[in-house]
């Protein structure tokens, strides 16, 4: 029979390693940017009554100036086509992707989450969102996995689809798509949507979100030698023995 006592060491090297490897698969909501980068937004269609406006948008942009913890503070501009500002246009909004919040308030939907989240993670606020399912798609001529989101919100007099696109790595919003059907007074449909037209986001680095996956699985390959090490030793004494 084997002896256990020789298991002790392996056995404490495999459960150390383990309670290293644990703590990083917890779910953690971090940014994904970096001062100066940004979204600038085009494509703006608009059908259906109170939504015609979109048509007249030009382009809208979104520019990260500062990042600190779980705040990103976004510098919103924007023109309609015929070269007046767009509503907003120079405000800068921060926003806390581990609380889900714009300026210190709740908000359900907004232009960034957290870098690196995965199919079924929680969007914050709690209990509104999640992740519905994660792709490549194409954007400016280079596949991006991101991160989709789609709900419905209905009431007895309308329903609302939305469906929104998030880049992965960093958490920005590339496209939207919402539309909405209602059923008083009268059954009409509308329906806006806008996607990135450009960007400086994807030549980005690596971000610590995807470093942290690297480590997570150069861990689990070591765990899986000492393992496989550990049967050898033991198998090769019980021949002996």
Do not use: H
Not at 45 to 73: H, M, P, Q, R
Request: hydrophobic share 40%; charged share 15%.
């Amino acid at each position: 029979m084997p002896d256990f006592k020789s298991l002790i060491i392996p056995l404490s090297i495999i459960l150390i390693v383990g309670a290293l490897v644990f703590p990083v698969f917890a779910l953690e909501y971090n940014p994904g940017v970096k001062e100066d980068q940004y979204v600038k937004y085009g494509n703006f269609v608009g059908t259906g009554a109170g939504v015609e406006a979109f048509n007249d948008y030009g382009w809208s942009k979104l520019e990260v100036t500062a990042v600190l913890g779980k705040e990103i503070s976004l510098l919103s501009t924007g023109q309609f086509k015929d070269g007046t500002a767009i509503p907003g246009n120079g405000t800068i909004d921060v926003w806390n992707i581990e609380t889900g919040t714009q300026n210190g308030v709740s908000s359900t939907q907004g232009p960034i989450i957290a870098a690196n989240l995965n199919q079924g993670d929680a969007i914050p606020p709690a209990n509104t969102y999640v992740v519905n399912r994660t792709e490549n798609r194409l954007y400016l001529g280079v596949s991006r996995n991101v991160n989709i989101l789609e709900t419905t919100v209905s009431t007895p007099d309308y329903s609302t689809s939305l469906t929104y696109v998030y880049d992965r790595a960093s958490g920005f919003l590339l496209e939207s798509l919402v539309k909405t059907v209602q059923n008083q007074p009268q059954l009409s449909t509308s329906e806006y949507s806008y996607s990135v037209a450009e960007t400086n986001l994807f030549s980005q680095k690596p971000s610590i979100g995807d470093l942290s996956l690297v480590f997570v699985i150069a861990v689990i390959a070591v765990i899986v030698v000492i393992v496989i090490a550990v049967g050898l030793v033991l198998s090769r004494r019980t021949r002996y023995n």
